[in-house]
């Protein structure tokens, strides 16, 4: 009988859930709006697994947004679903269903999906980045997920790239943020939806002036906190994923940000290695297979 297991992502729009096989084989996936209520979510999630656990599932995996405490399964603030703040999903399904349960942020979900099967995979020391609302991440140390001692590494949206800390403005979430970028380049094009982010690349491609300095602005500020952290860490590959990671324009963009950075500050530029900049292999299913790894490595049952 095939080994399956079931992962569940939640989202602040989308709640996304898959079976997979030991391999991160997907066997079968689908998607629902993520509840606004505890009581609505908790049935929508009891309803999920009761679906699949005729499945013989051998686990569940939850990837969340905002802090974990990993041995109870906890959530901490949970991001834009506040609801899940001091839920621990491990403790109430693990009674209910007598199966393990596994509960990781999503962006150190993101990067152990490409330690395990993607761009970070065999790499000593490397450091996913998702760029969205905000930004997230994950950083791999000696082949191990970085979490640190409040289970908070990677919150790389707090960093704070600007020379005074007295507004939340000033934050990387704000100033790094993907969505923001897009809303601006689209608002300066005219564009009756703010988010239309195809219409924006388009501008971006044909090197209009409009959105050309916004778009080159953004990638300086992410290769800004790539360099940070490379000076801090020194480490092999940055990935890069997240909805905008999927064009072309901003590996590029940012790889070339951070090669004039180098440039402009010589004693940086010869005393720091470059680290590769790779698009990340996952998409927005990252968090599905991530999610299952660390189920996988708590059982110790990875490959």
Known sequence: MLTTYLSIDIGGTNLKYALLDHSGNLISRNTVKTPHTLDEFLSTVKQIIEM????????????????????????YYGGSLPFL?????KQIFESQYHLPVSVENDGKSAALAEQWLGQLKNVENGAMIVLGTGVGGGIIINHQLLRGTHSQAGELSFMNLADHTSTSENLLGFSGSAVRMIEACAHQLGLADINDGYSVFEAIEAGDSRVLPIFEKYCATIATMMLNIQ?????????????????????????????????NLPLSGKQLQIPEILTAHFKSDANLYGALYNLLIELDVAA
């Open 52 to 75: 699949n656990i005729r499945h013989h599932i051998k686990g569940i995996a939850f990837s969340v947004p905002g802090k974990v405490a990993r041995q109870s399964g906890t959530v």
């Open 231 to 263: 000076s801090v860490i020194d480490i092999q590959r940055f990935v890069i994923g997240g909805g905008i990671s999927a064009q072309p324009l901003v590996v590029s963009g940012i790889t070339n940000a951070f090669h004039k950075i180098l440039t």
């Open 85 to 89: 703040d001091h839920l621990s999903l």
